[in-house]
């Protein structure tokens, strides 16, 4: 079992859509990235966040610690938005991310 | 706004062969790291490295695989005798404090094809 699960793992969304991406783990940590990789490979860092919510734009991060839970939410999503999210967490005493699958997101116009 | 380079962006070698993958953090980051994505697969951690010493690493990371600070810019990975399923895409990150602090910046990857 993965010990980073997310899920859609594919998500196709009409522009303007509210889009929620989950990220589930099972095992303790002390943050939660979420990241985006466009086509081509490139990884950015779209938030860190270990408690409460984080809002950046149009993206909104939350988490919940004692249920192990994320959620990524884009707001009046657009085709630019089109990628993989990815969530990777932070175990307790560790620099290692353990990264989960993905999701890939397409907006269609 | 600085960020982590990474050369080359795609590298071909030969099965057997000796490979250098090269980066260059950010200049004022304390903190490096190498990961893997193998095609259509997660992406997995492979080495964080700090204070010019490896300060974790995974299973994948045998004594195929080293890593180096040669100079005060540089960090690289470097796979002895390539294998086929060393096939991926290479990325390297660096923070500016230990992972929990900061945020991990990324590199845009070297692709790695072994023939």
């Known amino acids: 079992k993965n010990e980073v699960e997310q899920s859609p793992q594919n998500l196709t969304a009409q522009e303007g859509e509210f889009i929620t991406i989950n990220c589930s783990y099972s095992v303790g940590i002390s943050a939660l990235h979420w990241l985006q990789q466009h086509p081509g490979g490139g990884i950015v860092s779209l938030f860190m966040?270990?408690?409460g919510k984080k809002k950046h734009g149009r993206l909104i991060a939350t988490i919940n610690i004692q249920e192990k839970h994320s959620s990524l939410h884009i707001t009046a999503s657009h085709p630019r938005d089109s990628a993989v999210y990815i969530c990777a967490v932070l175990g307790g005493a560790t620099n290692k991310l353990i990264f989960g699958t993905g999701t890939l997101l397409a907006v269609q116009p | 706004e600085p960020e982590v380079t990474q050369t080359p962006s795609h590298q071909v070698t030969q099965m057997g062969q000796e490979v250098i993958l090269r980066c260059v953090p950010i200049?004022?980051?304390?903190?490096f790291y190498w990961y893997r994505q193998i095609l259509g697969q997660k992406v997995e951690f492979l080495v964080s490295?700090?204070?010019?010493?490896?300060?974790?690493k995974s299973e994948i990371f045998d004594d195929q695989f080293s890593v180096e600070r040669p100079d005060g810019s540089n960090f690289t990975l470097k796979i002895r005798s390539t294998k086929l399923e060393d096939s991926a895409m290479y990325f390297c990150?660096?923070?500016?404090?230990?992972?929990?602090?900061?945020?991990?910046?990324f590199g845009d990857g070297t692709r790695l094809s072994i023939l």
């Open positions: 490295f700090y204070n010019n010493e490896i300060s974790e």
């Open positions: 966040l270990s408690s």
């Open positions: 990150a660096s923070s500016e404090q230990g992972a929990s602090n900061q945020p991990q910046h």
């Open positions: 200049s004022n980051h304390l903190y």
